[in-house]
């Protein structure tokens, strides 16, 4: 089975404080993805990465930075935390770069900014 | 541009009651494909199902079908016999063939099935 980790299920940070979220992945995965789930808007898509460090801007950059240094691991990076960025984030990862590959999903960060 | 409509924002039902969520999708694409996924409480997405826009069988998994119609652009989602467990977020996702890697996800429907 493959299975999805990221570093924290809940995160409480400042204002200004810069945030790193962890994802790893471990059935050796081409793509990888980060998300954020806020009520009403569903799963919008932040950054993805289709190899190592290869990365792509989502819908919404703004704000963000992502790392993926090795295959299996794909940090998301908060370089100033502001609150509108309290959120629910999301990480995922597919197997190949075809639009029908399923993705496979972490069970999520829940961040709070204060 | 793709988009995914799901317009029903949460549905309560009582046990046994079965329950249909539906979900609306825009695309100029000829090749697609249609996903749903169900969120639990624990918060991890978990894939239920993928279609292709070839492929406008229904489709059955127990008590889960599933009903694609592109002629109103529909990927309707029906659980019979609805259970507490079925309890959940449930995602409608389109992927187009010229979209790469993106996925465009709906709102979401939250079901809340009461004992």
């Known amino acids: 089975d493959v299975k999805v980790t990221q570093s924290s299920r809940y995160l409480v940070k400042r204002t200004g404080e810069k945030v790193f979220l962890e994802c790893v992945q471990d059935m050796d995965h081409e793509n990888m993805f980060w998300y954020r789930q806020d009520p009403g808007l569903g799963l919008r898509l932040i950054y993805f990465?289709?190899?190592?460090?290869?990365?792509e801007k989502g819908d919404i950059p703004e704000g963000y930075s992502v790392s993926r240094e090795k295959k299996e691991r794909f940090s998301l990076i908060l370089e100033s935390a502001s609150t509108n960025q309290t959120s629910m984030y999301l990480c995922?990862?597919?197997?190949?770069?075809?639009?029908?590959?399923?993705?496979?999903f972490g069970p999520g960060t829940r961040l709070l900014v204060l | 541009a793709q988009k995914v409509t799901q317009a029903q924002t949460e549905i309560s039902v009582v046990e046994k009651e079965d329950v249909t969520l539906d979900c609306v999708y825009e695309t100029r694409d000829t090749t697609y494909y249609l996903f749903w996924y169900k969120q639990p409480p624990s918060g991890e997405l978990v894939f239920l199902i993928r279609?292709?826009?070839?492929?406008?069988q229904n489709e059955i998994s127990g008590r889960y079908s599933w009903n694609f119609q592109k002629s109103t652009s529909s990927f309707n989602f029906t659980i019979t016999a609805s259970q507490v467990v079925d309890s959940a977020v449930y995602f409608c996702?389109?992927?187009?063939?010229?979209?790469?890697?993106?996925?465009?996800f709906g709102a979401g429907t939250r079901l809340f099935v009461k004992a």
């Open positions: 279609r292709n826009s070839f492929d406008e």
């Open positions: 995922a990862s597919s197997l190949g770069r075809l639009p029908q590959e399923t993705q496979y």
């Open positions: 990465s289709y190899d190592v460090k290869m990365k």
């Open positions: 996702a389109l992927s187009e063939h010229t979209g790469g890697f993106k996925t465009i």
